[in-house]
């Protein structure tokens, strides 16, 4: 019996623009047959680079929060 497997991923970045922006959040959950599994991957990281205030007003997430992230 074969079982569809799927990944959602879940990004949240400093701002908009791919060339300068950067990721701060990624999060990934394993779907099984369209129901959730126990799998998944969750990683907050500091940017070395101010959120713009759109950007914050949307995910929530702030530089202080983010300063002893790991850095990518």
């Not at 990934?28 to 680079?49: A, K």
């Amino acid at each position: 019996m074969s079982h569809e497997r799927k990944l959602i991923l879940d990004t949240e970045t400093t701002g908009l623009n791919y060339n300068e922006d950067k990721i701060i959040e990624i999060g990934i959950v394993e779907l099984i047959d369209n129901v959730l599994t126990s799998n998944f991957f969750h990683v907050y990281i500091n940017p070395q680079r101010t959120i713009s205030s759109s950007a914050q007003k949307v995910h929530g997430l702030t530089n202080q929060f983010l300063e002893n992230k790991p850095i990518f």
